[in-house]
């Protein structure tokens, strides 16, 4: 006959009394059950010993996340401008050559400007910042584009637009509005590889 378990060695998860579990976390030693083990380089912990170490790890100011993003979208609106307006023919291939460059002296930047501290969703704010920037960069970079003689004509197709709607519409695909105009060339295949790439590098420099 085996021997009857005594009461008081069996043991139950601190956050779930129903489960029994032998499983204990190897820094403040409560019982916990598999769902509630945190795997971690030095061994299993609970949940609450992970987010103390985390806070710790996780040391950047409330005031560093808009030190990310500013620091993001300024570089990356002065990127945009300037490749939107230099590169128009060979706009992918210099996006191939340029993008992960780019993004890493961007990374490299914020993580000076905020003095390397760390911040659980920083990357993501950066992130954020590379797209608005380059976003808005571009779009400025294209509007400087605007041919003259697109210009020139604005007048005349605007008049057309009570007077003859149909030659209005040709007229305007023909010559768009300075607006328009940069909307349309502001997303480029050059440009979303571009920030694709950039945005890579600056994630790669500032996850957690
Ligand atoms: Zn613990
Ligand atoms: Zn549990």
Redesign the pocket.
Known sequence: MTEQMIEDEIHY?A??PD?ETELRCNKCDRY??A??AVQTPVGYRCRECVRQHDDKFFNATPADSWVVFGVTFGMMAVFGLIFNTLFSGLALFMAIILGFPAGAVVGELVMKAINKRKGRNHWQIALAGVIIGALLGGFLGAALQYPDEFRDVQAQIQALKETNPAAYRQYADLYPSQTNYALQNTLSLGMIVFVGLSGYAVYLRMKP
Request: with cysteine.
């Open positions: 998860c956050i779930h489960v916990m059950c769902r509630c």
